[in-house]
């Protein structure tokens, strides 16, 4: 079996965000995963290989990537399950007036 760990399970939409999901193998022998297929909403979005597949960072956290996650896990072996519980990733978007008054004040500074 494996399990999804997903940290923050809830982030800010913006450009310096990141979220780290990890498969990690529960049972199985070696439990180290050398293949992950990666969901999102109960379809394949990518596949990891080697030493560091268990492993997946997302950057620069959009609105879009708002959903539910899972994985799938590949001891070299067998398959360990056929998909992880999902988790769900909440993206909280910044109001256009919050990013108005953000730029607003940018410009005033280098003035």
Same mark, same amino acid.
């Given at each position: 079996?494996?399990?999804?760990?997903?940290?923050?399970?809830?982030?800010?939409?913006?450009?310096?965000?990141?979220?780290?999901?990890?498969?990690?193998?529960?049972?199985?022998?070696?439990?180290?995963?050398? =293949?992950?297929?990666?969901? =999102?909403?109960?379809?394949?979005?990518? %596949?990891?290989?080697?030493? %560091?597949?268990?492993?997946?960072?997302? =950057?620069?956290? %959009?609105?879009?990537?708002?959903?539910?996650?899972?994985?799938?896990?590949?001891?070299?072996? =067998?398959?360990?399950?056929? %998909?992880?519980?999902?988790?769900? +990733?909440?993206?909280?978007?910044?109001?256009?007036?919050?990013?108005?008054?953000? +730029?607003?004040?940018?410009?005033?500074?280098?003035?």
């Amino acid at each position: 079996m494996v399990k999804l760990e997903l940290e923050p399970s809830i982030v800010t939409e913006s450009a310096d965000s990141l979220v780290l999901l990890k498969c990690l193998a529960i049972d199985g022998n070696p439990r180290t995963l050398i =293949k992950v297929n990666w969901f =999102k909403n109960g379809h394949i979005f990518k %596949t990891s290989l080697g030493e %560091t597949a268990s492993i997946l960072q997302m =950057k620069n956290i %959009t609105r879009f990537d708002h959903g539910n996650y899972s994985c799938q896990g590949f001891n070299g072996f =067998k398959l360990l399950s056929l %998909t992880s519980s999902s988790k769900p +990733l909440k993206v909280e978007c910044k109001s256009i007036l919050v990013l108005f008054y953000s +730029l607003l004040l940018t410009s005033l500074i280098k003035n």
